[in-house]
């Protein structure tokens, strides 16, 4: 059975920082893979996906998330965080139903200080 | 172009209840998910409807039904609520193709007491 695992329960990054989210899965074969974001009271957004090819995956927003293989690790990285970006992320894997059938980490929360 | 819209937006329900959620998915897409969420098991796949027919299924006891109109409308229904059955429910809908992104509602936050 899939699996995804966000180590970090909060994380608080200073406005200007850089982010790093870690997200590790479990999965026989090769994943689908995928970061969203979920503001207060909202639905999830999708920031960008793995599906195959470039292992370095640009999203929307200015994140970017790396696939390692060796690591089973899908890790979300951002330059500089704005206070916009507080929020909670979650990682994702899908099997071979794709996208609609997603086996989700429990979330990241991120504050942002001033 | 219209979001995915659920409603109720809230809910509130008593044990032994039953309750149905509706989502209206965006204009042309085929395919309706369920997810449930709640703060301890976080974010779970209940089904998904493509074309008026179930063509995925989560872990979910019997209880925990859905059923999609040929307008691509979909409902959620629960019965016999159990505290349990406290969460978010959002719907997300696609085109229906496996490689689709998924675009989700705002969910509706159904309280059981």
């Known amino acids: 059975a899939q699996s995804v695992t966000q180590p970090d329960i909060h994380i608080t990054v200073s406005e200007g920082a850089s982010l790093e989210l870690r997200c590790n899965y479990s999965y026989g074969a090769t994943p689908y893979l995928f970061w969203y974001v979920q503001s207060p009271g909202q639905g999830l957004q999708l920031l960008l996906k793995y599906f195959s090819g470039d292992t370095l995956v640009q999203g929307i927003k200015g994140f970017e998330a790396e696939f390692k293989r060796s690591q089973s690790s899908f890790n979300l990285r951002k330059p500089s965080v704005h206070w916009s970006d507080a929020a909670e992320y979650f990682c994702a894997v899908g099997g071979n139903s794709g996208y609609s059938t997603l086996t989700f980490g429990k979330g990241t929360m991120l504050l942002v200080s001033p | 172009k219209a979001g995915v819209t659920q409603t109720p937006r809230y809910l509130i329900k008593t044990r032994g209840q039953q309750v149905t959620l509706s989502c209206s998915p965006i204009?042309?897409?085929?395919?309706v998910s369920w997810y449930q969420q709640t703060p301890g098991q976080g974010l779970q796949f209940l089904f998904e409807y493509f074309s008026e027919t179930q063509r995925n299924k989560g872990n979910f006891p019997g209880r925990f039904s859905g059923r999609q109109f040929s307008n691509s409308r979909s409902e959620m229904n629960v019965s016999t609520l159990e505290l349990g059955d406290s969460a978010l429910y959002l719907c997300?809908?696609?085109?229906?193709?496996?490689?689709?992104?998924?675009?989700f509602g705002s969910g509706t936050q159904l309280s059981v007491l």
């Open positions: 204009s042309g897409h085929r395919s």
């Open positions: 997300a809908s696609s085109g229906g193709r496996l490689d689709e992104k998924l675009f």
